[in-house]
Structure formats: structure tokens, C-alpha cells
């Protein structure tokens, strides 16, 4: 955790709710807690939930184990809303706090999560064990741990643990390839020199890689994990050497002769395609994403209809390229994430830890993994269950596991705000000719002044701009 996020959080709800020092065990990690009778008279009528991305329909039958474990909630009618798009939502969740009409339980992203730090209560532990929360959780959770300092009344100093929120699953970074075209999968970014190399054909690319957000989707979440694999955790450092070698060595993929990914942007601008069209029509041989990522190459084969070169026979997946096969270089994978949060503003927060300290349990856990087909366990005690398998039936070689490679660091990247960090990354890679150690200091800059006006209140009248 940044010492940023560190000084921004509240553990409000912890203070609130007595400090507890002492953490409380909650019992075997994969039965729910007991239903807490002495809020039977306290059910709402009504309990609001805002998420993103996922569908609605997907929580039904965690709602249903909610009810069936706290039977006093059973005629309190639950309110899900769904919202596509980070951006759209954030501005929507922060009009709706401020109009006092805040949901009782929210989520938010890995990265981004500041700007409601001071809107939601940590998660105490007597409704969640932290202990429990770090031994059951995969690693890379326990960035949603709080500590903090306190003295007892006898003056020595104590340490209280609580949690920002709770995870229903991940995403990382793998290879998506056509078998057609590649049969033998590099294993570290050099080696994509040498299958560059053999490519004699001006009409196709080996990797969708090099270019800008409008034409690789995933741009900004490719730059973060190049940034982490070469040691650099946070946007403010991206412009140090080390940093700008990860920039070059995106952008160098465009610059390759022999990979001719620049020369189709023209096919691209009209036909309004981008780099997942041209995998799916056999243009392009590799393509990085999430698992996902998946849907929307199954939704460009369908676009490309007669013109698609890919099919599902030929889709396979492969875990994402390191910089050095040396066990003694460790590995890095970039980690996407979202978590529900308690809001301040709800008018039932019993009953919003209620809900997430059941979240918090296999059986919830379960749930989400089997509703949500392309997220990765929170939980380690069912990623063995996933790890064998397709992601879906019908494409048996896109398999979880390459997404699951446990030799490697699952680590979240500090963007400051998401969506600076991604009109960053359009801004570094708009044009070809640009002085990439320049841009990255302006991108830094502009994404520092964002998030002082956003999330510390700083000259919130004075605007950020980012100028070539």
C-alpha cells in the first residue's frame, strides 16, 4: 500500500465502533458467522447495492445464502444497479453521496479506490477477522488491510487492524494466441525479437502490441505491467530510467519492421477496428488481455464473420511473457481488482457488515466464482477448483491457469487516478515522433494535480492540463 493511500484512508468505523484491539476470530473460514439476532428489529426496509461491471443477475443466489444465514433481513428488499463504465459511475457514486442518497454498499477498483476513503468505514473485526482475512485471502489482499497505531490506557502503544473492504475475485494478464500462427509461445519479451524476426509477410503483425489506447485496448494496463516487471510500482516514478526503458519497449513493438502493427492503423481508423479485430481476422498473431478479455475476442469473431481466421479450435492461451526466465529474477503480474465497501453515508450499517462479513465466506466466495466466469478466486482455497479449467467449455485451450501462474508476484500498480493514468497513456503514445522521457514527466505531472484536486481537495478550481 502507498504511503499516499496510507495517510488518506479512514479507519473512522473502526474508532467508531470502540477501537478494538484485540482481533476477534470468527471460527472455521469456510462456514459463515452466526446470525446476530439482536438486529431482528432493526431490518430495513429497503438495502441499496452499486456495482460495476457485473451483472445483476449474478448475485442472486448470494443474496438468497444471505438470507438464508440472517433470516432477520429476509423481507428487506434488495436494491442492485449495475453501471458499465469506471468513469461514468465514479461521477454518478460521488453525486449521489453528496445528494445524501449514498448506497449502503458500494464497490470500488483497486486503483482509484482514494477518491472514497474518507466516504466508507473500515470493516471491524468483529465482523471480519483480519486474521482469518490474510490467512484465507490471496496475497496480494492484504493491500486492503488497515493498521493503525493506538495507545492503551496504560500508555502503551497497541496496534488496531481493520479492512478498507472485501474482494469477490481478480483478473491478471496472459497471452492469447492462434495456434494457426504460433506454435511456439514466447516466454520472455526478448524472445518476441526473434518471431518478429521470421516474419516475412507485410499483412501480418506476430503481436498486437506498440500503439495507443485507440488501437490496443488494454494500453494502460500493458504500460503498468511492463512498469512493474522492470521494478517501478507507481506512476510517479515512470519517468525515471528504468521506467522509460519499459515505454520504449512498448512502443518499440510498433517500430519493428517486421511488425507491421503501425502500417495497419489506416485499416483500422476505417474500418473502426482495433488490434482484437485483427487477431480475430488472422492478421495478428498475439494479443494480450484478462480473462475477460475473452468476450470481446469471441465478439470480434462474430464481426469479422466471413473474414475471420481465428477459431475457437485455434485459441489458446499462454501465461504472460517475463523479462528473464533466471529463477532468480522474479516475475511480476499485474492484478485488477474490484471490493465492496460499507458506505459512511447508509442509513443500516449493521446491516452492511452483515453482508460483507458473509461475502467474506467460502460460500459467498463460491457463489461469485461460479456466476462470474472470468474472474479469479479471491479465495486460495478454491483455486485449485478453477485451475484446470477452460474458461469456457467451447474453447477448451483458454485455460485458467495460465492466468494463474503462482511463480510469479500478483502486484496492483499505483495510477493515482484510472482515468488520468489512461489519458496519460493516450497522451504518451498519440504520435510517433515524441520525446518519450518528456511526455512521461508531463503525464506524471498532470496525474500528481488530478489526484490533489480530486482526492485531497487541493486548487480544486484550477485545471489539469496536459500540453504536447
Known amino acids: 500500500m502507498s504511503p499516499k493511500k496510507l495517510i488518506v484512508l479512514t479507519i ?16 472455521n473460514p469456510g462456514d459463515p458467522p452466526p446470525a446476530d439476532e439482536d ?18 443477475a449474478g448475485y442472486s443466489d448470494i443474496i438468497t445464502g444471505f438470507r438464508d444465514r440472517y433470516p432477520e433481513y429476509a423481507d428487506t428488499e434488495f436494491e442492485l444497479t449495475k453501471f458499465p463504465d469506471w468513469e461514468g459511475y465514479r461521477r454518478l457514486l460521488l453525486l449521489a453521496i453528496t445528494d445524501g442518497n449514498s448506497p449502503d454498499v458500494f464497490m470500488v477498483p483497486n486503483n482509484g479506490d482514494d477518491l472514497f476513503a474518507s466516504k466508507t468505514f473500515a470493516i471491524p473485526p468483529e465482523a471480519v477477522s483480519v486474521d482469518d ?33 472485501i474482494p469477490m475475485g481478480y483478473e491478471t494478464l496472459a497471452l492469447y494466441y492462434n ?4 506454435r511456439v509461445v514466447p516466454e520472455t519479451w526478448s524472445e518476441f525479437s526473434e518471431d518478429i524476426a521470421e516474419n516475412d509477410s507485410p499483412d501480418y503483425a506476430p503481436v498486437g502490441l506498440g500503439l495507443g489506447p485507440d488501437y490496443v485496448p488494454l494500453t494502460p494496463d500493458i504500460i503498468q505491467l511492463l512498469l512493474l516487471q522492470n521494478g517501478i510500482n507507481t506512476y510517479e516514478n515512470m519517468g525515471e530510467s528504468v521506467g522509460l526503458a519499459a515505454l520504449s519497449g512498448y512502443r518499440s513493438f510498433a517500430e519493428e519492421e517486421k511488425n507491421p502493427v ?16 485483427l487477431f480475430a481476422r488472422g492478421e495478428i498473431g498475439m494479443v494480450v488481455g484478462y480473462p475477460s478479455t475473452l468476450e470481446q475476442i469471441r465478439e470480434a469473431i462474430k464481426r469479422a464473420d466471413s473474414e475471420a481466421e481465428l477459431s475457437e479450435r485455434f485459441l489458446r492461451t499462454a501465461t504472460i511473457p517475463q523479462l528473464s526466465t533466471d529463477p532468480e529474477t522474479p516475475g511480476r503480474n499485474l492484478v485488477s481488482y474490484r471490493y465492496f465497501v460499507a458506505s459512511r453515508f447508509s442509513d443500516t450499517p ?37 485451475r484446470e479449467d477452460a474458461i469456457t467449455d467451447d474453447i477448451p485451450r483458454v485455460r485458467y491457469e495460465h492466468f494463474l501462474d503462482s511463480t510469479v508476484e500478483r502486484a496492483s500498480f499505483d495510477t493515482g487516478l484510472p482515468e488520468s493514468f489512461d489519458t496519460g497513456m493516450r497522451f504518451l503514445f498519440e504520435r510517433d515522433d515524441t520525446d518519450l522521457g518528456e511526455r512521461a514527466r508531463k503525464t506524471a505531472e498532470y496525474i500528481s494535480c488530478e489526484y490533489s484536486r480530486f482526492v485531497e481537495g487541493e486548487n480544486p478550481q484550477s485545471p489539469c492540463i496536459l500540453v504536447p
Open 350 to 386: 449493521d446491516m452492511a457488515f452483515d453482508f460483507l462479513s458473509y461475502l467474506a465466506w467460502q460460500e459467498a466466495q463460491r457463489a461469485y466464482m461460479e456466476a462470474f466466469a472470468y474472474t479469479l478466486p479471491a479465495l486460495r482455497a478454491l483455486e485449485t477448483e478453477r
Open 12 to 27: 473512522a468505523g473502526v474508532l467508531g465502533l470502540g477501537a478494538m484491539i484485540t482481533i476477534a476470530l470468527l471460527g
Open 39 to 56: 438486529t431482528q428489529d432493526q431490518a430495513p426496509e429497503s438495502f441499496s447495492i452499486w456495482i460495476l461491471e457485473d451483472e445483476t
Open 262 to 277: 503501425r502500417s495497419m492503423r489506416e485499416k483500422m481508423d476505417a474500418l473502426y477496428l482495433d488490434v482484437i479485430d
Open 179 to 182: 495456434f494457426r500462427q504460433v
Open 133 to 165: 482475512f490474510s490467512k484465507n485471502f490471496e496475497r496480494v489482499f492484504d493491500e486492503l488491510v488497515l493498521t493503525e497505531t493506538l495507545t492503551d490506557e496504560e500508555g502503551n502503544a497497541v496496534e488496531s487492524y481493520a479492512l478498507k473492504g
